[in-house]
Every structure is written in C-alpha cells, then in structure tokens.
C-alpha cells in the first residue's frame, strides 16, 4: 500500500509565476488537506477537501485554489507568486471526519 | 482563544538521556490531542492520538500523558537516539464532524547529540 504521494518534491519559480502542486492519499483515504510550512514555522492549514469539494478553508488568499479529484488524488494552485509563498508544501490524507492525518513529505517551492 | 503552546522551544540533550516536552492548550471542545514527529524537510508523522478519557498513550520509547482537567499534555522521550533529533509537534483537535479543526502548537526542537 502506497504512503501519501507529493509532486513535485523540489522547484522553483519566480515572482508572479502560477504552480501547481500535486498529492495521491493512501488507499482508503477520501480527504485530503493542505498546508504551508515556512522554514522554522508550523504548519497553516490552507484547506481540505473532501468528495471533490473544499470543505473547510483557512486563513489564505484566493490565490490559493485547489481541486480534487474522483480517485481522491488533489492539486494546489497558486497564482501570482509571492516571495512569502516560499515553504514546505504538505498534503495530508485522512478518512473524511476520522482522526489519524498521514502525511507526505512535502513539495518544496522557492520563489525568486 | 484556541491555542496550543508548547515548551521548551528548544532543547539539547545527549544521547541515551530521557526528557520531557510539554503541551499546554486552551482549546474548546476538545477532540483530541496528538504528538507528531517531523524530521528537518519532511512530513510530520504521527507519533500518538489521544481522547479525553486517555491519560496515558506510549508508541516505542514515546509516552505521551494527557490531564484534561489541566489541558496539559506531555510527550516523555527514554533512552533519546540520535534518531530522535527533529521538531516535536503538539496538535489540538478541536470540535466534530464537519467543523473539526486542528490547532498546532510550534513545536519543540530537540537536538540529540552523541
């Protein structure tokens, strides 16, 4: 059974440039969520997303959409690139409402 | 407000000694509490879940306690590896179903030296 799956693991892009990332869930798992982890920070839940629709959503602009889905696997997009948008992709799977997250390892984007 | 603080934000120990790391939260209602691992530009991975009526959760040389009453969490480390040297994260989960979310405390990092 295949762990959590992110793409790309490493790019960089430039100020104003639009990305997208990619994450496949484990076996079983029907939703997936998304953050952002600046270097030496937390992670920021930018949303999840659950039978194709975003579900919950946290504190980040409309530049930042996403979409899922029929076998689960999710995209993020970002539009307009930041500087401040460089950090550690993570996409975490989980069974809708349930409790365990498993992570991936992350995509890591640098904005020049 | 709903926040987890963690402390210490820092910490060094040597190898094969045991430490503490402490969670404090004031988030309402409560889920659940959990302690993730998470290795310099990796993933966190979960290390234990605990519910209300769990006091005690242990996963290898990782024990985690949990006082509800006090909103007080601990993650005790034995035995420390150099393994062991990453960012301990502390996460609330606050309310249910639909309107579940997660707070997350910073962190600790802990370095193990040999």
Redesign the interface.
């Given at each position: 059974d295949a762990g959590?799956t992110q793409s790309p693991t490493h790019l960089i892009k430039t100020r104003g440039q639009q990305v997208t990332l990619r994450c496949s869930p484990k076996s079983g798992h029907d939703t997936v969520s998304w953050y952002q982890q600046a270097l030496g920070?937390?992670?920021?839940?930018i949303f999840q997303y659950y039978e194709e629709e975003e579900?919950?959503r946290g504190n980040f602009p409309d530049r930042f959409s996403g979409h899922q889905f029929p076998n689960y696997s999710s995209e993020l997009n970002v539009n307009a690139l930041l500087l401040g948008d460089s950090a550690?992709y993570?996409c975490?799977g989980h069974r809708h409402?349930t409790?365990?997250?498993?992570?991936?390892?992350?995509s890591?984007l640098t904005v020049l | 407000k709903n926040q987890v603080e963690q402390s210490p934000q820092s910490l060094i120990i040597l190898e094969g000694k045991n430490c503490t790391l402490q969670c404090n939260y004031t988030v309402s209602p409560f889920s659940?509490l959990?302690w993730y691992k998470q290795d310099t530009?990796?993933?966190?991975?979960?290390l234990t879940?605990m519910t209300f009526s769990e006091n005690t959760k242990s996963n290898g040389r990782y024990t985690a306690t949990l006082d509800a009453d006090t909103k007080q969490s601990s993650l005790h480390i034995t035995a420390s590896q150099l393994s062991d040297s990453a960012s301990y994260?502390c996460v609330v989960?606050r309310g249910?179903?639909?309107n579940?979310?997660?707070i997350?405390?910073?962190?600790t990092s802990l370095a193990v030296n040999p």
């Open positions: 959590v920070q937390g992670p920021q839940f579900r919950q550690l993570l975490a409402n409790g365990e997250l498993f992570f991936g390892e992350g890591r | 659940n959990r530009g990796r993933g966190p991975v979960s879940i994260i989960s249910a179903g639909n579940r979310k997660l997350w405390g910073l962190g």
